[in-house]
């Protein structure tokens, strides 16, 4: 999904009167949320308000990483990061990454290693391994099982997921 252009703030407002606003960061564009409850997920503001579907809902409560996304390039879980906790910081979701003519390295690692076959937790696991790349470049393997330890894959193709981070890093693969 295209990124919104910089140079312009994208503003949500939800229609009761009881609002509150949220300024951040949102994929590298100034994002002003109007919301009715600081406390709402941000999982639910981006998918609903915001149109970002990207981040998935999985179980709802942090254990599966099917809903990361990057808070200051840090992972969180947005189904438990309440939309009053990102005032003032930079969220990165998937869809400020890359795009399909310029994927980011580790969408570009994930697409040669055929890293996903439902696709559901493709989302987590390259956030988190967007993560873990910021923090070490060159990560070793167990380093990258650390890194991707709360992101669950139910088809089993851990394999190939750590081999797309390995790939993404340029070190040797599994």
């Known amino acids: 999904m295209p990124a919104t252009p910089p ?25 002003v949320i109007a919301v009715t409850d600081p406390n709402q997920p941000l ?23 099917a809903c990361t996304i990057l808070i200051d390039n ?26 399909v003519k310029a994927p980011h390295p580790v969408q570009a690692a994930f697409i040669a290693e055929q890293a996903a076959q439902c696709g559901y937790c493709a989302t987590g696991m390259v ?18 099982k650390r890194a991707l330890s709360g992101n669950l894959c139910r088809c089993g193709t851990h394999q190939r997921i750590l081999r797309a981070v390995m790939r993404a890093s340029g070190s040797a693969q599994p």
């Open 7 to 31: 140079s312009k703030a994208r503003t949500k407002a939800p229609s009761p009167a009881s609002q509150r606003t949220i300024s951040l960061s949102l994929n590298g564009t100034a994002t």
């Open 43 to 65: 999982l639910y503001v981006l998918r609903n308000q915001l149109g970002l579907t990207g981040a998935k809902f999985g179980c709802g409560k942090g254990q599966c990483g």
């Open 74 to 99: 840090e992972p969180a879980r947005a189904c438990q990061t309440p939309i009053a906790a990102v005032a003032d910081k930079r969220v990165t979701t998937i869809e400020g990454l890359g795009s």
């Open 127 to 144: 956030m988190s391994s967007v993560a873990l790349l910021a923090r070490i470049p060159k990560p070793s393997l167990d380093e990258a």
